[in-house]
């Protein structure tokens, strides 16, 4: 198979798929007796990408593999082909959110005494049902609290390949650093269109905008502390206390007894490695 073959099979792919593939999985397209192995799928990748520069969309990889995108820069005009409200969120769901994305795996006793105040059942319920975060075992303590971890779909969602990619909490002094960082300007609200609009059979796909203000009913009533990121960022130097620790077999549910229903199941394990 010529290479300039090789390239136009994994561009029809991607654009035809609708969603991340991996190396392997663009591998299984192939026959075996003529299955080109990973490295020559990356170089064809790599082609690919360069032939997307001056357009308007581009091929990025993510933690589910690699997709086609909107630019980023495109964003406030692509953004007004949908006219459902935006999206908010509070800065008290942000501020478990990120506490969970650095901390990981962190239960929601410890979420509250870095926060300083309860955390919302709604923010644990908003989180399961975008399917940024998941219940990865029970703290082996009185209780067995759950342990909460980031998903695929959490990385996919903010453009990210590995949770390494996350802006190293020294250098946030603030909620508002991260909000740049991840992409959020205050006030917090999710644009209509992520950054980097997935392409869905050559249609730039609409995120999911259900309802217009998560996790806000309950949340309205909570006075955080003023920089709970910065709490968390001077608990690093202690030892950490997931070493003491016991992982169960990943469940799909978070305890009755810590957010009060069964959350819905989210995508696949996460880890800082």
């Known amino acids: 198979m010529s290479e300039i073959g090789l390239v136009q099979i994994v561009e029809?792919?991607?654009?035809?798929?609708?969603?991340?593939?991996?190396?392997?999985q663009l591998a299984e397209l192939f026959?075996?007796?003529?299955?080109?192995?990973?490295?020559?799928?990356?170089?064809?990748l790599q082609e690919v990408a360069t032939r997307c520069e001056g357009r308007g969309f581009e091929l990025q990889e993510v933690a589910s593999g690699f997709r086609f995108q909107v630019r980023q820069s495109l964003s406030p005009w692509v953004a007004?082909?949908?006219?459902?409200?935006?999206?908010?969120?509070?800065?008290?769901?942000?501020?478990?959110?990120a506490l969970i994305a650095y901390r990981q795996p962190i239960t929601r006793g410890e979420i509250e005494e870095i926060r300083g105040v309860a955390v919302s059942s709604n923010i644990i319920k908003t989180l399961?049902?975008?399917?940024?975060?998941?219940?990865?075992?029970?703290?082996?303590?009185?209780?067995?609290?759950?342990?909460?971890?980031?998903?695929?779909?959490?990385?996919?969602?903010?453009?990210?390949?590995?949770l390494d990619q996350l802006p190293a909490l020294a250098e946030l002094r603030d909620l508002e650093t991260l909000n740049a960082e991840l992409g959020f300007a205050e006030p917090v609200a999710e644009p209509a269109a992520p950054a980097g609009l997935t392409l869905v059979g050559g249609t730039a796909?609409?995120?999911d905008t259900a309802g217009t203000e998560a996790g806000e009913s309950q949340e309205s009533a909570e006075t955080p502390t003023a920089?709970?990121?910065?709490?968390?960022?001077?608990?690093?130097?202690?030892?950490?206390?997931?070493a003491d620790a016991a992982v169960d077999t990943p469940v799909a549910a978070a305890d009755a007894e810590e957010d009060g229903g069964a959350p819905q199941p989210a995508a696949g394990p996460e880890s800082r490695n």
């Open 12 to 24: 029809g792919a991607l654009l035809a798929a609708g969603k991340s593939l991996t190396v392997a």
């Open 31 to 44: 026959e075996e007796h003529e299955r080109p192995d990973s490295g020559a799928i990356r170089e064809a």
């Open 80 to 97: 007004r082909l949908w006219h459902e409200r935006p999206q908010k969120y509070s800065r008290a769901l942000l501020e478990t959110l």
């Open 128 to 162: 399961h049902e975008r399917e940024w975060v998941r219940v990865v075992g029970h703290r082996d303590v009185p209780g067995r609290p759950a342990m909460y971890a980031t998903t695929r779909s959490f990385l996919d969602y903010f453009n990210l390949k590995t």
């Open 205 to 207: 796909h609409q995120p």
């Open 227 to 242: 920089d709970p990121l910065a709490a968390s960022a001077a608990d690093e130097a202690e030892p950490a206390a997931e």
